[in-house]
């Protein structure tokens, strides 16, 4: 069983926002590189967000403009928030994680990650 659950997905109409959510385990916020990929049928997984245990953000270049990753403040969660959701937005979206502490850069190369969530779905539907 996964140590990081993704939670937030469901199906929303073109145009609306979501706000997804990755519990990390204890209290290890610090440590760890952070990333959000997404997957639709048929198509390979990909990289949209990534926080590193210093904070630093990157995006790729489909989610610069909609989506931000963000952490809480007083809780161990990672948000993806997405705004004007489209039909295309529609997978199963995935955190994923990697122990690295101190580290000022993260990447959204999958391969990097070690510690996957079961993911949640997102569906962008009139």
């Known amino acids: 069983q996964s140590q990081f659950v993704e939670s937030g997905g469901r199906l929303v109409r073109p145009g609306e926002p979501l706000r997804l959510s990755c519990a990390v385990p204890g209290d290890t916020m610090d440590s760890w590189n952070i990333a959000w990929f997404r997957q639709a049928p048929g198509k390979e997984r990909e990289g949209l967000a990534c926080l590193s245990s210093l904070r630093n953000r990157d995006y790729s270049e489909p989610a610069k403009e909609r989506f931000t990753i963000s952490r809480a403040i007083t809780r161990n969660l990672i948000y993806l928030s997405m705004s004007s959701l489209n039909p295309e937005d529609t997978a199963v979206y995935y955190c994923?994680?990697?122990?690295?502490?101190?580290?000022?850069?993260?990447?959204?190369?999958?391969?990097?990650?070690?510690?996957w969530g079961q993911g949640t779905q997102v569906t962008v539907s009139s």
């Open positions: 994923a994680a990697n122990w690295n502490p101190r580290s000022p850069t993260c990447t959204m190369l999958a391969q990097h990650y070690t510690y």
